[in-house]
């Protein structure tokens, strides 16, 4: 019998474990789910034959180790913060690690300890980072079979409650760890733009957005994502003079982020005394500066952004309850914590509401012959949520995961060290199975002059 180890039993899970504990008969599996949170990891796996549920604290060394050493492989979906520990663990003991976060840069420093230990450390198996990079590699490779030179590449990803599901000033939903929606774009971006490299801090991130026209969608709006120029040598495009990954939103979101953001509120460094005692007005006012008795909390806030006192974006930071008197919830100690527990009670899904996911890959080749005529290739897949059923972000987010688990298990997946899937021996696997649950990628071509 193989012994599976999930940790973390969030939002990005349900799928993963349903999947697995569908097959644990047929392939002989033992799930364990492991989270702090015992009643979470219950819930998960419910009444099932092959599996457990275990209260799991990722900083107690000897429950870690424990845990660890029943396993044959972890399914990681903790917070990207203890990647690294786990995979140092995960090597140490001859165990296989697969988890959806963003690869850390330390993986390098280890992957010969995986190679020569014969495990798999295999990141970024999730949607975005995930999906993107298979789709990604597997269009780039069809064109370059082709005999096409490619000239640019653009890659947008979005998690968003479906147009008919909108019900909120913000037209956003929390469908995943609302920590990545307070902190995203902290580390600023990157990206390749005509032969010019750009650069943005936090604080630019989200007023560089333009418009993506998304067929059935509409119009979203989109922004750079982290440091796009790192792809340029993982997916083989080393000659491109364009190269951007994007994230999808819904026109107004980013204008009413970067607010948030130049507020200072998206703060996990700084820990505030007796926070839980403050109101939420207390918290705003602690950002300001200070000043004479006068205007009211709302009116200086508006001066000190520029932005009008009566206008959207002050109406969408009053329904997301950053003026109240309310005292605050969460028993965290940060401004982050704060906002992330606002956002989640505010932009919850209903039991009749569904969310959607869109990857969309646009290229710009040149073929032989073709003189001045390009062609733009776009590839789009499109998912959708069931409303009381799983979201699409768990089936997206979870299942090129469990896929992985089982090539792993079945010896599908022959490979070992530290990967992302933009290796061929992973992609070409993973996108059939993704195919057989729904997940496909539709491809236009568009020829244009250049």
Not at 152 to 173: E, M, T, V
């Amino acid at each position: 019998m193989k012994h599976i180890l999930v940790l973390g039993a969030g939002k990005s899970t349900p799928y993963l474990i349903n999947y697995l504990l569908e097959r644990a008969e047929k392939y002989d599996w033992f799930i364990t789910v492991g989270d702090v949170n015992k009643e979470l990891t219950r819930k998960a796996v419910g009444r099932h034959p092959r599996s457990s549920s275990i209260m799991f604290d990722v900083n107690d060394t000897e429950m870690r180790e424990a845990q660890i050493a029943k396993a044959d492989v972890v399914v990681n979906f903790l917070p990207p913060t203890f990647q690294y520990i786990l995979a140092l663990d995960c090597i140490k003991q001859r165990k296989h690690m697969i988890t959806a976060s963003y690869q850390d840069i330390r993986m390098a420093d280890i992957n010969a300890d995986a190679q020569r230990h014969g495990v798999l450390v295999l990141n970024e198996m999730g949607l975005d980072p995930g999906i993107d990079h298979m789709s990604a590699m597997s269009v780039i490779q069809q064109v370059k079979k082709e005999g096409a030179e490619i000239e640019a590449f653009r890659s947008y990803g979005s998690g968003l409650p479906a147009p008919d599901s909108i019900d909120n000033p913000l037209k956003y939903a929390i469908t995943w760890n609302p920590r990545n929606v307070v902190m995203a774009g902290e580390t600023g971006a990157q990206y390749l733009y005509k032969g010019k490299i750009k650069i943005l801090p936090w604080h630019e991130v989200f007023q560089r957005t333009w418009r993506i026209e998304l067929e059935g969608i509409g119009t979203l709006e989109a922004y750079p994502n982290r440091d796009s120029m790192l792809y340029m040598k993982l997916f083989g495009l080393e000659k491109v003079h364009t190269m951007i990954r994007g994230t999808l939103r819904y026109p107004g979101w980013s204008e009413t982020w970067l607010q948030v953001v130049r507020l200072g509120l998206p703060n996990e460094s700084i820990r505030i005394s007796g926070l839980r005692r403050k109101t939420y007005r207390e918290l705003v006012e602690m950002f300001l500066p200070l000043h004479d008795p006068g205007p009211s909390l709302e009116q200086r806030v508006a001066n000190f952004l520029n932005i009008s006192p009566t206008g959207n974006i002050m109406e969408k930071l009053q329904w997301l309850g950053l003026f109240s008197d309310e005292k605050i919830r969460t028993a965290g100690n940060t401004s982050a914590e704060v906002l992330a527990d606002l956002l989640s009670r505010k932009l919850q899904l209903t039991e009749n509401q569904k969310d959607m996911v869109a990857i969309v890959h646009e290229l710009t080749v040149k073929y032989p012959g073709n003189g001045r005529q390009r062609t733009k290739i776009r590839s789009t897949m499109i998912e959708y949520g069931k409303p009381g059923g799983f979201t699409a972000i768990a089936k997206t987010v979870g299942l090129p995961a469990a896929i992985a688990t089982k090539l792993l298990l079945t010896g599908e997946l022959p490979i070992c060290g530290c990967h992302i899937p933009t290796h061929q021996a992973i992609y070409t696997r993973v996108l059939p199975e993704l195919e057989k649950h729904g997940i496909i990628f539709k491809e236009t071509r568009t020829d244009i002059e250049k």
